[in-house]
């Protein structure tokens, strides 16, 4: 609710996604599938840095000290990490929408990639929020944002890379059972991580 | 002198594995030939880097339990060492692989991971480097440190462990010790081990007892 008074962040990035996804249709007019998938997770972690970011960085200190007074760390976090999933999940729905406007569609396994999509956008989202809650507490945190989040967020990149390969061909890839009960692993670990180190994060 | 005994014991063993690892009869290991070597090298590095980071770690959910800046600092010692190390191990590996695999990076998932999770360390540093407040630094790297961890070990454990990959050890691939028929690798790899860890605990000690010092200095004036 808080969210939908700052709109103009909400709409800026809708415009960012559009604004991104309509200069690649301007330089490769339409990628072939490897192309096209890469294109798409680039895309996905961009959004998902300035959508998540903003969480943290734009709340005044002050709006902080208040919800620190209100309720317990925990409560906190987790209120932030389920709103984040929400956004995310938004945003991801509307890249792919999109992606697959401007640059055409070469899924075969629409509803699969739709599903990888979104365990993407929530393992990306579960992830930065985090780390814009590490961030918000340094000086320079747009940039150490980046620092900290591009290496740690490779691997889930890399993970959602080889599991969305799948949506683009009939066969079958071997394995891919054992990479979603990473991803999901990873989900999870975050989450309790998030939920344990958070309150230290907040005592000042 | 009764407590540096260890030190003492490291050079030793270090000796004995330098002079070991280049003399030693090692079996001759598909493309591997003379290059076998330098396992003794190579995996030691990563005992000692995985040794270091869990020390870093540890020491710092120690501080976030009890806020002692002592434990901080041992923290980020343990953790720019095990950098140090992995990093050597990182380029032990390069070296291994330029005569093995035909190439310093080849595409191998064990090399990538290994590479980002170092590059999860680096951040961790670059992440000290910009705070100004001592205890803030503290608390946001501890936390750091423990998310670094946790994703240290899926990274260089686990997935490589799935995929296929050239390095030994992995899915398809069987590791060295089944090879090793006159256990002459095994002699000299166990004192290995041992020496390399023990040498990157000896600079850990180093670095924590300056860096004490420094924040000796910045505390007492």
């Known amino acids: 609710m808080l969210e939908w008074r700052q709109r103009h962040a909400l709409f800026g990035i809708l415009l960012y996604v559009f604004s991104t996804v309509f200069v690649i249709n301007l330089m490769v007019k339409e990628p072939e599938d490897k192309m096209w998938n890469a294109m798409f997770w680039v895309v996905q972690l961009f959004v998902c840095v300035n959508a998540v970011a903003k969480s943290f960085l734009q709340e005044s200190r002050g709006r902080l000290l208040y919800f620190y007074s209100l309720v317990h760390p925990r409560y906190f976090i987790a209120a932030k990490l389920i709103y984040n999933v929400l956004l995310m999940t938004l945003f991801s729905v509307v890249t792919l929408v999109c992606c697959i406007l401007f640059l055409g569609n070469p899924l075969t396994h629409g509803l699969y990639f739709l599903g990888v999509v979104l365990l993407g956008g929530i393992s990306l989202s579960l992830l930065f929020t985090m780390l814009a809650a590490i961030a918000a507490q340094a000086s320079q945190n747009a940039a150490l944002m980046a620092i900290m989040g591009f290496p740690l967020i490779m691997p889930i990149l890399m993970l959602l890379n080889n599991i969305s390969q799948s949506a683009f061909a009939p066969v079958v890839q071997p394995g891919l059972a054992g990479m979603f009960l990473l991803l999901g692993g990873m989900d999870v670990l975050v989450i309790a991580l998030a939920l344990i180190l958070f309150p230290f994060l907040w005592k000042e | ?221």
């Open chain 2, 1 to 221: 002198m009764a407590k540096n005994w260890w030190k003492i014991a490291c050079v030793l063993i270090l000796l004995y594995v330098i002079i070991g690892g280049f003399s030693v009869k090692v079996p001759s290991i598909g493309n591997n030939q003379q290059a076998a070597r330098s396992i003794f090298f190579h995996l030691p590095m990563w005992m000692c880097m995985y040794t270091l980071l869990a020390i870093s770690v540890v020491n710092s959910v120690w501080y976030l339990a009890t806020n002692d800046l002592r434990r901080d600092i041992r923290a980020s010692s343990a953790g720019s060492i095990g950098v140090l190390f992995g990093m050597m191990g990182f380029a032990t590996g390069m070296l291994w692989s330029t005569y093995t695999w035909g190439g310093t990076i080849v595409n191998d998932p064990k090399q990538m991971t290994t590479a980002i999770a170092l590059t999860i360390y680096m951040a961790y540093l670059v992440l000290r480097l910009s705070f100004t407040d001592l205890d803030k630094r503290a608390r946001v790297s501890a936390i750091f440190n423990v998310f670094a961890f946790a994703l240290l070990i899926p990274l260089t454990y686990i997935i490589p462990r799935m995929v296929e990959s050239l390095h030994p050890g992995s899915a398809t691939s069987p590791g060295f010790s089944s090879q090793d028929t006159a256990g002459t690798i095994k002699m000299v790899l166990w004192p290995a081990f041992l020496g390399w860890t023990l040498l990157g605990i000896w600079i850990y000690t180093l670095r924590n007892r300056y860096k004490r010092l420094v924040l000796k200095n910045i505390l007492h004036g």
